[in-house]
DNA sequence: TCAAAAGTGTTTGCTATACACCCATGA
DNA sequence: TCATGGGTGTATAGCAAACACTTTTGA
């Protein structure tokens, strides 16, 4: 038992962690296998502990949930509404990242019955999100409920994540796409994460003529019966 | 005493406030009558209540402490590294703001002996804060301590804040002037927190170009030996 | 008449955008 | 040979930046 004079709220990290899945930006949330909102789907995250880092919390609170590890991570904010945790006053600490669905290593354990990747497209969040000005038709899968008030959060952090990207001046610190990578595949990964298209040429040419990019050598991959692109890697 | 099974940091709100004063960025700061860091200045803030949004909790110590109500804020992030708080490990949500130096009445009150503007130029801060590229000579007031991690706060407030008026596309949500001002006053406030000059016709042509401003009647001041200015005030 | 700040246009370069066709490959 | 995605250049418009002199007023 811990005691004070005052009362304080509880204090927990959270973390909304972006991929680029199936054409699709997905989110990964856990299933909720414990007492508040059992059976709905809720961000990684937990309890703060004394003279922890919020960062390090919420890494290591990622980790604990996903595996994920030694990805960069920005903070979005706290969420300090009062009712958002029926357990009483619980003030959390966002943050948000962007990784390749490879690296994550998703299994569940602790407070999660399950883990999985979430298209936001599933998601019931009040920003109009549609990835594509084409959507491939696609079977929609069936809507889900989320805990606390995460969809407000992955909200926001979609927001932050769109800033980010906004301008392609310079390269994330995320990383948007493995170390060797075509322009296209870049360029699908900006498309979903803003939800619009941007046009071929503009897109290299800025890229190029900034310098943000070069060719990774004369290798190419061989993915189909076409021309087989070029691969490129960031630039310092 | 209030009992909880896990230990809890403490939760506290602060508020940075930002003003024009005598060509000058300013913070409001208060000096500390109390056990940490007494006798150092900080920003006003203090505890969260139970069950208090976290806005509210700044805003309410806002006003205790300098009167100050009604301002529209903005949620600079949470700090919390332990140790910033020598009583224990306290998280802290900082807010910032931008008020009109005459709207604030300060008063010392509580935990506060002082309460006071404080250039930014004054204080032992990171940034290398050079608010005019010619800085009018001036007695250098004293170095200061600042409580906390409180010089961390304001520098990141700093930046939002410069953030926000990068582009003068659209009206700053803060009072950055009076509702009738000259553009010269307005540009002056930009160039203060920019920390820049910029050019005057540029300026007015994008303001003017743009309708975010419009003449306010044929009304003008008079200041000095010299041409008296046209006011404006914000369209819409 | 002078000091002080107000006010006013044009040019130039960059950046964003729009837009359509040929190329290389494997099936 | 054809379907598929890879790759390329140019023209235009809007915005940002640089730049200097005249006007109005009160002392």
Request: hydrophobic share 40%; aromatic share 8%.
């Amino acid at each position: 038992m811990f005691k004070y004079k005052f009362p304080r709220p509880a204090v927990t990290a959270d973390v909304v962690m972006f991929t680029m899945r199936a054409d699709d930006l997905a989110v990964l949330l856990i299933r909720r296998g414990a007492d508040p909102f059992e059976g709905s789907w809720a961000l990684p995250g937990g309890f703060v502990d004394e003279n922890e880092p919020l960062e390090r919390a919420a890494a290591r609170e990622l980790e604990e949930e996903t595996g994920v590890s030694g990805v960069p991570m920005e903070q979005l904010g706290a969420f300090g509404n009062p009712g958002r945790d029926p357990r009483g006053h619980t003030v959390t600490v966002a943050y948000f990242t962007f990784v390749l669905a490879e690296s994550v290593r998703a299994r569940a354990g602790d407070d999660a019955a399950d883990v999985a990747w979430h298209p936001l497209r599933s998601l019931p969040l009040r920003s109009s999100f549609s990835p594509r000005a084409k959507p491939r038709t696609r079977s929609k899968p069936p809507p889900i409920t989320l805990a606390f008030d995460h969809d407000v959060i992955i909200d926001a952090a979609l927001g932050r994540l769109r800033e980010r990207l906004d301008d392609p001046l310079r390269p994330s610190r995320f990383q948007l796409v493995p170390p060797r990578f075509t322009l296209a595949e870049l360029q699908r990964v900006y498309e979903v994460i803003l939800g619009r298209t941007l046009d071929k040429r503009n897109f290299r040419a800025r890229l190029l003529a900034r310098g943000l990019v070069e060719p990774a050598g004369a290798t190419a991959r061989k993915t189909g019966r076409h021309r087989p692109a070029q691969l490129y890697r960031w630039n310092r």
